[in-house]
Every structure is written in C-alpha cells, then in structure tokens.
C-alpha cells in the first residue's frame, strides 16, 4: 500500500482481552476532585469495562456523584436503530433520569441551560467505530462547547492504525461529518477530545483525558465488548463498516440489516446491470486489498440481489477508502447502474468522489486533492497523539485497480 515515506509500517497484533486497562479501568487519583460534584455520564451500552461491569455500576460503587445520564444516537442500551429518535427515560437498574442528546435524522438535541445547570462535570464514556461519521465523535464535539469540565475515558479505536480519505471541506459540514478529519482517523476517543477541543469555539475549561495503560494503536481488537449499535453488533461488522457504510448509501445497494451480518456483504439490485463477470473481476480488486469474499444471491421484498459476502481478517491489511473508489470506479466504467442518495456525499463529507464519478474531474485530481489534505491534517493532529505507534497515512491511488494491473 501507499504510505507517506516518513510514517513506518507497523505488523497488527492481536492481543486477548484484558491485555490493556481501558481509560475507565484505570481511573487516576487526580478524578478525586470531582467525586462529590454532580456528575452528569454521556455513555450507552458499550461504556463497560471489558467485564461488561457497566461504567454507571462502577462509579456509583466508588462513590462519584451521578445524578444524571445522557444518550447519544441509538439510545442508552444501543438497540434503537439508526436515525430514529432517542427520547428521556429512566435507567431501571439505576433509577437515573437518562437525558437524550439525539433527535433524530441529521439533527442532535442541544443541551439547554436548565439542563446543563443540574450538572457541574461532564464524564464520556462511549466506544467509537473509527469512522468519522459515526454519530458518537459528533456527540462529543457538541458537548466540548457546553463550558463544561469534560473527563474522557479513552477507550481502543477498533479500525487500528490507518489514516485515509478525504477530510469535511466548509460546504459539507453536518451532523455526520462534524469535524476537518479524515473519514477514516485512525484517533481514539481521547485523541479525538484533545483535537476536536482545539476546533470549538469555545472549548471546555478543563477537558481530562483517561488514558489506557498497556496499550497499542497496532493492535487488533479480538472483539467488541458489546455491540455498538444494532447494525454494529460485532467487529466484522464494524470491519465492514469501514467502506459497506458508505457503499450502502447507493440506491441500488442492499442493506444488510435484517441479517446476521450487517455489513458483510457487497450486494446490488440485480436490475442496475451487474453480472457474475462484474462480481469476478470485484473479487479480485477486493482480494488485491485483503478481503475474502464469496458470491452471494438475496431476495429481499421481491428484489433479487447479487454480488459477495464479505470477510477482513486483518483490518490494518486493508485500505477501504482505496478498496470503496476502485470498487465504484470498475463498476461505473463497466455501465452498472448507480443512484448516490444525498447522505453519500454528506458522509463522505465532499463532492470530490461524485464529481470524479459524473467525471467532473479525473482521478489524479482527486487523489492531489485528498491526500495533500490528508498530510496536512497529520501535522495539525500530531500534538494530540497519546499512543504508539502513531497512525500510518495512506494515500489514495492516482489509478484505479485495472490501470495498476494493466501497468505491471
């Protein structure tokens, strides 16, 4: 693959659980100032330590002073689906009001001053997917401009170690792609506080990172301690995630979600013109990036679907921002029919890739642009690194998969 000369490339490991302490089991005695002050947690299902002992079970047993829950999208216990709306509940084990901050769609509840008036600390404690426009990084940028002490426990970032794609430019800033990082960020949560905190424009006061001990950015997760939402349930899944979540966003795509294996598989209407000869040929540009697939067959609500069930042994062998341009770039130029709904560009957070697929720009042009900004973004991120080795850049290819074939 494609690195920056300056960044080493690193072997993945894989450690067995409980080889590191996350942020929250490795609580420092400089939290005691804030045991006593009203304590308001921003955490969901997968805010636990690798136990599963939930992190509102652990700080109410050392006596820190919840009073209150706050839920980012998919709710406290991760079971409601992508952008349907999470309402104010109580948590029934602890008898705690949880507070939503997500409305739905493209929209995030804001904090009101009643609200953050009942609290004087904000903790966070959510496990991120990696990819910027997962919702939960979206959450803890808005709550960096709350004027509120922050303490973020960090936790792994399960993509590992591999920086790529393109950065949000000003016209595309959402919901979904809050911030000028890349869409794979290679950051753990922690990171992500400190960089995000130097962006708002009024940052938290006093933003407290708890950092993991033992730990690695090269290493590979061996599972996800709970899901991580319900189309997330495991880490294939959030493996996939790294290029299916944004593949799904074509009109024609199948979504996977009332399988056993959401994002694992690469399927297109059968109608939009894709053969087995096509589905061949992706095989082998999925291979060239370390993916195992297999072909497939689906009938969902009398639609036939085709195309490949997907696996990723080793997640930092792949390159899926490289893996989902070559992959739409064989299919467009072989006539397979593609529709990008709005949220493709919205999560992609530019129109570069859907003007060089209308052919508004060649792919040159698009690699310049992206990987310029990506190289710039590293230097502006490097302070806020807590962990070795750093990320690896990897750059988008100036030619596709057949192009690099035919030139070898």
């Known amino acids: 693959m494609k690195l920056i000369p300056y960044i080493f490339l690193s072997g993945l490991c894989s450690l067995p659980l409980h080889a590191f302490k996350l942020g929250i089991e490795a609580?420092?005695?400089?939290?005691?100032?804030y045991r006593t002050l009203r304590i308001g947690l921003v955490t969901n299902q997968s805010g636990c330590l690798q136990d599963k002992k939930r992190t509102i079970d652990l700080l109410r047993e050392k006596n820190y002073n919840l009073v209150a829950l706050f839920a980012p999208e998919h709710g406290l216990d991760g079971t409601i689906m992508a952008?349907?709306?999470?309402?104010?509940?109580?948590?029934?084990?602890?008898?705690?009001?949880?507070?939503?901050?997500?409305?739905?769609?493209?929209?995030?509840?804001?904090?009101?001053?009643?609200?953050?008036?009942t609290i004087d600390v904000i903790f966070f404690d959510i496990q991120d997917s990696g990819m910027r426009h997962y919702t939960y990084i979206s959450t803890l940028y808005h709550l960096l401009e709350q004027d509120k002490p922050i303490v973020v426990f960090d936790r792994p970032n399960p993509l590992g170690d591999i920086m790529e794609g393109p950065l949000v430019d000003s016209t595309h800033h959402s919901f979904i792609s809050i911030a000028p990082i890349p869409l794979r960020h290679a950051m753990t949560i922690g990171e992500l506080a400190l960089f995000f905190n130097s962006l708002v424009e009024k940052p938290s006061p006093d933003l407290t990172i708890v950092r993991m001990k033992e730990f690695r950015r090269s290493?590979?997760?061996?599972?996800?301690?709970?899901?991580?939402?319900?189309?997330?349930?495991?880490?294939?899944?959030?493996?996939?995630?790294?290029?299916?979540?944004?593949f799904e966003e074509i009109a024609e795509a199948f979504k996977?979600?009332?399988?056993?294996?959401?994002?694992?598989?690469?399927?297109?209407?059968?109608?939009?013109?894709?053969?087995?000869?096509?589905?061949?040929?992706?095989?082998?540009?999925?291979?060239?990036?370390?993916?195992?697939?297999?072909?497939?067959?689906?009938?969902?609500?009398?639609?036939?679907?085709?195309?490949?069930?997907?696996?990723?042994?080793?997640?930092?062998?792949?390159?899926?921002?490289?893996?989902?341009?070559?992959?739409?770039?064989?299919l467009h130029a072989h006539n397979v029919h593609l529709t990008f709904?709005?949220?493709?560009?919205?999560?992609?957070?530019?129109?570069?890739?859907?003007r060089f697929m209308h052919g508004d720009c060649d792919r040159a042009t698009l690699a310049l642009t992206i990987n310029e900004d990506l190289k710039k973004f590293y230097e502006k991120a490097k302070p806020y690194f807590l962990y070795k080795p750093w990320p690896r850049i990897i750059t988008l290819y100036e030619k596709d998969y057949s192009s690099r074939q035919s030139a070898t």
């Open 83 to 117: 952008e349907k709306s999470v309402h104010d509940s109580i948590d029934a084990q602890s008898g705690l009001p949880v507070i939503s901050l997500y409305q739905g769609g493209d929209r995030t509840f804001p904090i009101t001053k009643e609200r953050l008036d």
């Open 219 to 246: 290493e590979q997760l061996k599972q996800l301690i709970t899901p991580l939402s319900p189309r997330i349930p495991r880490l294939a899944s959030c493996f996939g995630y790294s290029f299916l979540g944004l």
């Open 27 to 33: 609580l420092p005695p400089t939290l005691e100032k």
């Open 341 to 354: 709904k709005p949220a493709f560009e919205t999560a992609m957070g530019t129109d570069g890739v859907c």
């Open 256 to 330: 996977a979600g009332d399988t056993q294996k959401p994002f694992q598989y690469l399927m297109l209407d059968a109608a939009s013109g894709v053969t087995p000869q096509h589905w061949n040929q992706v095989q082998k540009i999925l291979h060239a990036y370390h993916v195992s697939s297999t072909p497939t067959t689906r009938n969902e609500h009398g639609i036939t679907y085709t195309g490949l069930h997907i696996e990723i042994p080793t997640i930092a062998k792949v390159s899926s921002f490289n893996a989902l341009v070559d992959l739409l770039s064989y």
